[in-house]
């Protein structure tokens, strides 16, 4: 009778080996069929500490997609503009640059964040774009009417975020104009009392230092 016990434990022993052997090349046979990336994540999961595994099962949800860590795709934008400030800044980019390129129009956001920036003017978009010197506004498209019905495109969308993400192509530029639809007598100002940084299609770009 006891060797009918030992020969009945034998078997159960082999039975059990035998299922362990079979996990293991399904578990083999299903890597082999796998992209590089789930074979990644697969043996990714089988380096979890213990405590974040039960019976070889990852507590973590795996829907066989590769998993990126969200703070490798975020962006950081150097501008937490309120939404009231980032639509100012669409319209008035639009409105003065919306036949421009993309640099184009990336220069004029970035104008407008320097003075933001400045303390020589006011603290938010909103208020630099609605800033009145001598009781004239300083964006022209302001001062006609044409900045509250422009429509924005994605282009502009496009350019407004990459400044506010820290894309900065100005050379610390504070003002620009238009020379070819500009009254001459203020454009004299700018050339009078301003240091021209460069010219980019139809704007020139200054800086405060004379």
Same mark, same amino acid.
Request: charge should be negative.
């Given at each position: 009778?006891?060797?009918k ?5 034998f ?29 990644k994540?697969?043996e990714?999961y089988?380096?979890?500490p213990k ?18 860590? *969200?703070?490798?795709i975020?962006?950081? *934008?150097? *501008? ?5 400030d ?6 008035i ?11 184009? !129009? ?13 303390s !020589? ?10 800033? =009145? ?13 044409? *900045? ?9 969308i ?6 506010? !993400? ?9 003002y620009?104009?238009?020379? =070819? ?30």
């Open positions: 009778m006891y060797r016990f030992v020969m009945q434990l078997l159960c022993n082999m039975i059990l080996v035998s299922g362990w052997f079979c996990v293991k090349g399904a578990q083999m046979n299903r890597l082999a069929s796998l992209p590089a990336f789930e074979v994540i697969t990714d089988s380096a979890e405590a974040d595994r039960f019976c070889g099962i990852s507590r973590r949800a795996a829907s066989g997609q590769r998993v990126v860590d *969200y703070a490798v975020e962006k950081t *934008y150097k *501008y937490d503009l309120a939404p009231e980032y639509e100012a800044l669409l319209k980019v639009q409105a003065e640059a919306g036949t421009e390129d993309m640099e184009g !129009k990336m220069l004029v956001a970035g104008v407008v964040l320097n003075r933001v920036d400045s !020589k003017f006011p603290d938010t978009v909103t208020e630099v774009v609605m800033q =009145k010197e001598h009781g004239t506004y300083q964006f022209s498209p302001v001062a006609n009417g044409t *900045y509250r019905n422009v429509k924005v495109t994605g282009e502009t496009e350019a407004v975020e990459r400044v506010m !993400k820290g894309e900065d192509l100005t050379q610390g530029a504070l620009f104009a238009s020379r =070819k639809g500009a009254d001459p007598e203020k454009m004299k100002w700018f050339d009078n009392s301003l240091v021209r940084l460069f010219e980019h299609g139809g704007h020139e770009f200054f800086t405060n230092g004379r």
